[in-house]
């Protein structure tokens, strides 16, 4: 039988790297589970351009509620990311930074992006200065642009060079187990592994992201859903333009923001997309069209010089989120199971915040029994009202548009209102088309579904 160790971790993302490592720190015992080298492929965090996001996240209808809590946890981890560098350094031998300066492009006719990122940053004490699109160095933004934000403490890190760092953290460390298969299945205090190897845990970390729900028995019954929004980055060569900080766009409708990152090799990182994906294959490869969308917002939006830039190579990662978009920590209905997932778009800021909860609760059970984030949290599936409250109707109108295009105000407001009703009624509808899209929507009711619906309609209309 195999030796019985205090804690396995499930996931070798930033979460579950980082939750190894704080338990590490405070004297456990600690079993990582998961290939150390390889292409893994569909991880979040190796395909991440790394922003620690503490305010550009942020979107006009946001409720204030939800902005507050996020914006208080993000902030927890912003303060609590020096000293974790730090420590993490001295582990593993390997020193590592995050240059700090964010700026936020508001493309045209967005300026309103802007106003709730910069009330939550002046709101925590940091600054957020407005300038013209023109100010920002390096770039040369659309004379369309509405406008910049400047954020000085907002960071970003070398994600390639942060994995490596927590790698070599928990690999160095003596009461550290490292086994590089990839787990296959978790019960109550084990972790089968590939290779026949069994792992026997008092707990189990599970941070393996849209992976959890295939380890678990009935695929996760028990635990609240796990959904997938896919993301493709690339890589650029560009050597007309020189940028010292990153710059994004805000959020864009059912996606993250236009962003460059500078990387140390002299490279940019270029993302921007996100689909909800209800079958997540993690080896599938970007495809064309979701490059030509980078390609397309990224010199539309930031700068004109990004289509002359030549593409060194792109990534795919999966974003686990949740349908109420908030982490999972804590335990399970198993109690010897806990989940450190569910991050979406803000995995490598939130990790050692969500590795300082996972190890409270483990040295002190019980300590997530009130938390909002807490895995057994209740989990209401939003009705399709309450998604188009979040502005969902508007939000399709921009994708539908894409970078440049617009209606008048009068025909936007026309359009959202019928988009509104029709998705109420095809919902409602007993009819073929109708029970295909409410079969979609019971798997995945959250506002990013609504274009999954459309593209749906279009498949439905194609087979009449």
């Not at 190894?20 to 600690?30: C, F």
């Not at 940028?243 to 002299?266: I, K, M, S, W, Y």
């Not at 990662?317 to 908030?326: A, F, K, Q, S, V």
């Not at 778009?345 to 909002?372: K, N, Y």
Request: charged share 20%; glycine share 10%.
């Amino acid at each position: 039988m195999p030796e019985l160790t205090d804690v396995a971790v499930v996931g070798n993302g930033v979460v579950g790297l980082a939750v190894a490592v704080e338990l590490l720190h405070r004297g456990v015992h600690v079993t990582v589970v998961g290939p150390r080298t390889g292409p893994h492929r569909g991880q979040g965090t190796r395909a991440a351009g790394a922003m620690l996001s503490t305010f550009s996240e942020l979107e006009p209808h946001h409720d204030a509620q939800r902005a507050g809590l996020e914006t208080a946890e993000r902030l927890a981890a912003h303060d609590a990311y020096p000293a974790w560098l730090e420590r993490i350094g001295a582990m593993s031998g390997q020193k590592i930074q995050a240059p700090a300066g964010t700026w936020v492009l508001a493309p045209a006719r967005r300026r309103f992006s802007l106003e709730p990122i910069a009330e939550a940053a002046r709101a925590a004490g940091h600054q957020a200065e407005e300038h013209e699109a023109s100010s920002i160095p390096g770039l040369r933004a659309p004379a369309s642009s509405a406008g910049a934000l400047w954020l000085p403490t907002e960071a970003r890190i070398d994600s390639a060079a942060l994995m490596e760092t927590l790698s070599l953290a928990i690999e160095q460390h003596p009461r550290a187990t490292w086994i590089p298969q990839p787990a296959t299945a978790v019960g109550a205090g084990t972790v089968s592994c590939a290779g026949n190897e069994t792992v026997r845990a008092r707990d189990v970390v599970l941070a393996a992201g849209c992976g959890i729900p295939a380890l678990l028995p009935d695929r996760g019954r028990h635990v609240p859903p796990i959904l997938a929004g896919r993301g493709v980055s690339a890589r650029l060569n560009a050597p007309a333009m020189e940028l010292e900080h990153v710059v994004r766009t805000p959020n864009a409708a059912f996606a993250c923001g236009t962003h460059l990152v500078p990387r140390t090799d002299g490279t940019l990182y270029l993302g921007g997309t996100n689909r909800l994906t209800l079958d997540a294959d993690p080896g599938q490869p970007p495809g064309l069209d979701e490059v030509a969308v980078l390609a397309t917002d990224s010199a539309a939006l930031m700068d004109p010089r990004l289509g002359a830039a030549t593409l060194q190579d792109t990534r795919t990662g999966l974003r686990p989120y949740t349908l109420d978009h908030l982490p999972l920590v804590g335990r399970t209905g198993e109690p010897s199971i806990l989940l450190a997932t569910a991050t979406y778009r803000c995995g490598v800021l939130l990790a050692p915040r969500l590795a300082e909860l996972v190890a409270d609760e483990i040295t002190s059970p019980g300590s997530l029994d009130t938390h909002p984030y807490r895995a057994q949290r209740p989990m209401p599936a939003p009705g399709i009202d309450d998604v188009l409250a979040q502005g969902a109707a508007q939000g399709l109108l921009e994708h539908l548009l894409q970078s440049g295009g617009h209606l008048p105000l009068s025909q936007q407001a026309e359009f959202a209102a019928f988009t509104s009703l029709a998705l109420r009624a095809l919902l409602g509808e007993d009819s073929k088309a109708g029970a295909a899209m409410r079969r979609l929507w019971d798997r995945a009711p959250v506002i990013e579904a609504v274009p999954s619906l459309f593209v749906l309609a279009r498949r439905l209309e194609a087979l009449r």
